[in-house]
């Protein structure tokens, strides 16, 4: 009788011991997805504080780039109508088309993609998307700083071109160097520059993450009330 309670012994306390486990499994959860909550309140911040500046000469921007980010800019110089890309999968107002990204070489000379916004897709998988041609002069144009890590994860495909290819691989077949951030176009010196359907900023609100956390942390007061009423209840 005697080993029989010792054994019930340890396997409560073999029990006691998962619960902890799981508890502090829940403890750090609730706080992974409070930290994600806060970083995500502080990009939004971020983001709405630069948005709202006035816009600046490209060529003054900050050396470090990632405080330019999402910042308005303004610059001169032409775009290259046969460097373009087609971003596919993605979305406005629930239709399917593509981002449109063309090459633009800035009067000091820097080249660098710029974000013409959304076209609908063609009637068909191979019928391509009419997509606004470029002016051929000298133009200035107005659009947001970004950064090339920011770019949407996505395929790309290159038009014209005879297959598809990552931006990097349009730039090793072109030769190009191009810089490490692109612009998303708001609007230009000529009208037909201005996109209809802008690229868009990302979702700004704070999401479900510090509710995420109150909910691990009301599992984790689960499992230590059912481990004491288990314990009780013997």
Not at 153 to 158: D, I, P
Not at 200 to 225: M, N, R, V
Request: glycine content about 6%; aromatic content about 12%.
């Amino acid at each position: 009788m005697s080993s029989e309670i010792k054994t019930k012994e340890r396997w409560s306390f073999f029990k006691t011991i998962i619960a902890l486990v799981l508890v502090l499994l829940c403890i750090w959860a609730a706080d992974w997805q409070y930290t994600r909550g806060v970083d995500r309140q502080a990009r939004n911040n971020v983001i709405e504080e630069r948005i709202a500046r006035s816009a600046i000469d490209l060529a003054a921007r900050d050396k470090t780039l990632a405080n330019n980010e999402w910042q308005s800019v303004t610059t001169s110089g032409r775009f290259d109508s046969a460097k373009q890309i087609l971003l596919r999968n993605r979305y406005w107002e629930g239709k399917y088309g593509y981002e449109v990204l063309t090459l633009f070489t800035s009067t000091t000379g820097e080249k660098f993609w710029v974000d013409r916004g959304w076209v609908q897709a063609g009637a068909t998988a191979t019928t391509p998307p009419e997509v606004t041609s470029v002016p051929e002069s000298d133009v200035s144009i107005t659009g947001r700083f970004r950064l090339d890590s920011s770019l949407p994860r996505g395929s790309f495909f290159a038009l014209p071109a005879s297959g598809q290819g990552l931006v990097s691989e349009l730039n090793a077949q072109s030769k190009m160097d191009t810089e490490k951030f692109y612009i998303d176009l708001l609007s230009g010196s000529d009208p037909t520059l201005t996109p209809a359907a802008p690229a868009q900023l990302p979702p700004l609100s704070d999401g479900p993450h510090k509710a995420y956390a109150l909910q691990w942390l009301f599992f984790g007061g689960l499992i230590i009330y059912g481990r004491i009423l288990i314990r009780r209840t013997r």
